[in-house]
DNA sequence: AACACGTGGAC
DNA sequence: TGTCCAAGTGT
């Protein structure tokens, strides 16, 4: 622990760990298993990693649950009806996951007759799969050679190695490092190794470096400052946006709702009517900007925070004598609001205007 | 390279 | 309370 000089890393000591510490995964083959020849199911995995980009793996269970229950293959997912997607990934966020989830699935369903290329730049010439998700699946479902770079991968190789470039740029340098550290033997196992201990151990604060394989390797531990990598570029502050939305019910417990174009913030969600959401200080969040004339009342707001804004909706309600067909808007009952492909942003705002539609605990 | 792109949990 | 962050990708 306290000696000054470092053995080198190696891949011996982390598959080791991870024999005794991996977690078990809904969509994992155990250690045990693996080394018995199984591989996991390259459809699981795959899904599974697209969901997992950026978001955790405890947000990630239910939907991957659900998907696999109701979209069983890659086939099943190719022909599954677009909006039964959307709306069975509504709540997960980063939309352009689930539009590309489904581009992918139809690819490979016709392209690649119902299998998935076990290559890495096959696997990266589909839609949604990038760097890291074609090396993971290369190294996870085919036992590839590959190096998986992710923020958990980052964290440990920057710390590993005292990797002081900060972020993205320093990223080159650390994969030279994974790579040079992945093993033959057992690969997907290697990498998901790393990402455990990344999750586990090698955490953002307050690293457990005592239960770490690598603490007789680690040059960040040497240093006694492990929670000083990985460098990262200063973060952009975070604009505010504002606008109101507008729920309309008629006396049958229907609400207006519409669809979001296709690409972009929320692209091809569901929505009800909104103005445009502007950081101007004259930006259109009165009543005034309704999408018709009706009995609008104001009934709160609802502040929501994006990735590189923060949106504050005022929320507008009005009950609607009798329905007015819109050309693009259809009305929905409350009752099956749950099917529909809505964002928890919009969610909120119905929330707001109507109580206990929807449980909605946070907001 | 830099930015767009969601959400909820932890501290 | 604000800040950070979680298995990134597309442009």
Redesign the pocket.
């Known amino acids: 622990m306290t000696s000054t000089t470092l053995d080198a890393p190696s891949a011996t000591p982390i598959l080791d760990w991870y024999d005794r510490h991996h ?1 078990d ?1 809904p ?2 083959v155990s250690p045990p298993m693996a080394a018995r020849g199984v591989r996991a199911d390259p459809y699981r995995v795959w899904l ?3 969901m ?8 990630v269970k239910p939907y991957f649950a659900n998907f696999l229950a109701r979209w069983p293959t890659v086939r099943d997912l190719a022909e599954a009806p677009n909006d039964d997607v959307m709306a069975a990934w ?8 689930a539009r ?1 989830l489904k581009k ?1 699935a139809e690819a490979v369903a016709t392209q690649h007759d119902g299998v998935f290329p076990d290559t890495e730049d096959g696997l ?1 010439s ?11 699946l290369a190294a ?1 479902a085919f036992n590839r050679q590959a190096a998986v770079m ?6 440990v190789i920057s710390r590993l190695y005292a990797i002081s470039t900060p972020l ?2 320093g ?2 340098l650390m994969k030279q490092k994974v790579a040079l550290l992945t093993p033959a033997d057992r690969p997907g196992d290697f990498a ?1 190794a790393m ?2 201990l ?2 586990t151990i090698c ?4 690293p457990a470096c005592s239960l770490c394989p690598f603490r007789g390797s680690c040059e960040a531990l040497r240093l006694h400052d492990p929670e000083q990598f ?1 460098v ?2 200063a ?4 604009p505010v946006r504002r606008g109101a939305a507008f729920v309309a019910v008629t006396a049958d417990g229907e609400i207006l709702l519409r669809r979001r174009i296709a ?5 091809g ?1 569901t929505e009800v009517p909104t103005t445009a959401w502007t950081s101007r200080a004259d930006g259109e969040t009165s009543a005034d900007a309704a999408p018709f004339p009706a009995q609008w009342e104001p009934c709160g707001s609802v502040t ?6 923060e949106l504050r909706l005022s929320i507008y309600r009005a009950a609607i004598p009798s329905r007015i067909q819109h050309d693009d808007k259809w009305w929905e009952p409350v009752t099956n609001l749950e099917a529909q492909a ?7 705002a119905i929330a707001t205007a109507i109580p206990r539609v929807f449980a909605m ?2 907001g």
């Open positions: 977690r995964l969509w994992r599974s990693e697209v997992l980009q950026q978001t955790t793996v405890q947000a509504a709540g997960l966020g980063y939309y352009a996951r590309n992918c990266k589909l839609p949604g799969i990038g760097d890291y998700t074609a090396a993971a996870i992710d923020g958990n991968v980052e964290r993205p740029a990223k080159t998901q990402m455990d990344g999750a955490t953002p604060k307050r990985p990262k570029a973060k952009k502050e975070r690409s972009g913030l929320l692209g969600m929501h925070v994006f990735t590189h804004f809505l964002p928890t942003i919009m969610k909120k605990p946070k």
